[in-house]
């Protein structure tokens, strides 16, 4: 029963990243305010980020390198909060202005520590 368990809850997991991937490509343009002025080709980064969110759902979907993806997304999704969402927060002039920032370090952490875990209990 505990294995049926982690395959649902991996399984759904990917769905989600899988969704959060398919949006930054389908919203990249909408997404620009986010990255980080200093960056070159800002809509590049938000494709790729993207393709890297996909990826790992896939990997976890069909049970095929899941240490590595694992791995990887928990830093893709550490880098997020360290490059983009901390930032933001650091910049806000009010209190309003650093509840979006501050929602999404803490899901974005999160999610980076399900990564891992995810990640660390694969064979």
């Known amino acids: ?8 809850s991996r399984i759904l997991f990917a769905l989600v990243m899988l ?13 620009l305010q986010v990255v980080p002025s200093w960056l070159p080709g800002p809509v590049i ?5 993207g ?14 390198k899941i240490r590595l993806a694992g791995y990887l997304l ?3 999704l550490l880098i997020f909060v360290f ?5 933001s927060l650091l ?3 009010d209190q309003a202005s650093r509840m979006i920032p501050t929602t999404m370090i ?18």
């Not at 959060?20 to 997404?31: D, K, P, Q, T, V």
């Not at 980064?45 to 980020?49: D, H, S, T, V």
């Not at 803490?106 to 064979?123: H, Q, R, Y």
């Open 45 to 49: 980064w938000i494709y790729l980020g």
């Open 91 to 93: 910049n806000a002039t």
């Open 51 to 64: 393709i890297g969110l996909i990826l790992a759902a896939i990997a976890f979907i069909i049970n095929k």
């Open 19 to 31: 969704l959060f991937g398919i949006n930054n490509l389908r919203f990249a343009y909408g997404m």
């Open 106 to 123: 803490m899901k974005d952490t999160a999610l980076a520590a399900a990564a891992f875990f995810i990640g660390s209990k694969s064979t």
């Open 74 to 76: 928990g830093m893709l």
């Open 83 to 87: 490059m983009l969402h901390l930032p």
């Open 1 to 8: 029963m505990n294995n049926s368990i982690s395959t649902v």
